[in-house]
């Protein structure tokens, strides 16, 4: 069967940060299914093995990384086996975050520190990661990079105050790293999904506070990690070649920006 060019992944190589659970495990196993060769990168070693095991079981091709994004040196380790397995890298998801172990607490009670650990994977890690990988891009002469933030910046939700900042920053980030890496013809956009029932997602909350995040959706029913591949494989693929600095909303039509 001929496959439109497109939107064919087949032989792309993508990493997915946070690849091992909830979300970015969805995306590792579709970008696969699609034929992309898959690097799944996470902090939780055993998992994005696991992962890549199950893919590669499944007659894909994976490889399953323990990386810290917010680590230089581990981000750029995480470049170097990517290359070193399968010869380059067309894609970047930067998923990986510290979300759902965080507690939903008022902002006068976050620790410092707890602040500072999400600046530093929601926000250094994007940056750290992007800076591992455009080498190999630059090479390739193309690239795409795709940053998961969060529908919580259109909406200011609370309660998990340096989270959403960090969200907020990742769409300026993605802004403006979109017009430095232009001229390498690498596009740089940004995803923002609404409450989503990631297996982890689940694990961290009660349904009463996941009902009342869902609310207000023009497509009234919960969101699972599913509804957002579309989106990031469409941002990963040449489908979205003149598309670069945006953000797109993934919520089920709740925030319309
Ligand atoms: N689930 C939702 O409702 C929702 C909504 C909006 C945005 N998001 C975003 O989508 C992405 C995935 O969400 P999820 O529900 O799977 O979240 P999650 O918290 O379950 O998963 C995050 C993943 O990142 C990994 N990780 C954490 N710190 C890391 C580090 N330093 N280095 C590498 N990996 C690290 C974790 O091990 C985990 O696999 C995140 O960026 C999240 O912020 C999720």
Redesign the pocket.
């Given at each position: 069967m001929p496959t439109n060019p497109r939107f064919d992944l087949e032989g792309r190589v993508a990493i997915i940060?946070?690849?091992?659970?909830?979300?970015?495990?969805v995306y590792a196993q579709e970008f696969a299914r699609a034929g992309a060769k898959v690097v799944t990168?996470?902090?939780?070693g055993a998992?994005a093995e696991e992962v890549a095991a199950g893919i590669v079981r499944n007659n894909g091709e994976a490889l399953g990384l323990r990386?810290?994004?917010?680590d230089e040196a581990s981000a750029n380790a995480m470049a170097k086996a990517a290359i070193d397995r399968f010869g380059g890298i067309d894609i970047l998801v930067n998923?990986?975050?510290?979300?759902?172990?965080l507690p939903r607490r008022s902002w006068m009670e976050i620790p410092v520190k707890e602040w500072d650990d999400v600046m530093a994977?929601?926000l250094r890690?994007l940056l750290l990661c992007s800076r591992a990988v455009v080498p190999a891009m630059k090479t390739r002469g193309r690239g795409k990079i795709v940053n998961?933030?969060?529908?919580?910046v259109w909406d200011g939700t609370p309660n998990r105050l340096h989270?959403t900042t960090s969200?907020a920053g990742v769409i300026g980030f993605t802004r403006a790293l979109a017009r430095e890496l232009g001229e390498l013809n690498i596009t740089v956009n940004a995803v923002?999904?609404?409450?989503?029932l990631?297996e982890?997602?689940v694990a961290t909350t009660s349904n009463n506070y996941a009902a009342t995040r869902s609310g207000g959706r023009a497509l009234g029913r919960d969101q699972y990690?599913e509804d957002l591949v579309g989106t990031v494989m469409f941002l990963s693929s040449s489908g979205s070649d003149f598309i670069t600095g945006q953000t797109i909303n993934v919520d089920g039509g709740k925030a319309m920006h």
């Open positions: 940060t946070g690849g091992g659970k909830g979300i970015g495990k990168a996470d902090i939780d998992a990386t810290d994004v917010s998923n990986a975050s510290l979300m759902s172990v994977v929601n890690g998961i933030s969060s529908s919580r989270y969200k923002t999904p609404g409450m989503t990631s982890t997602q990690p």
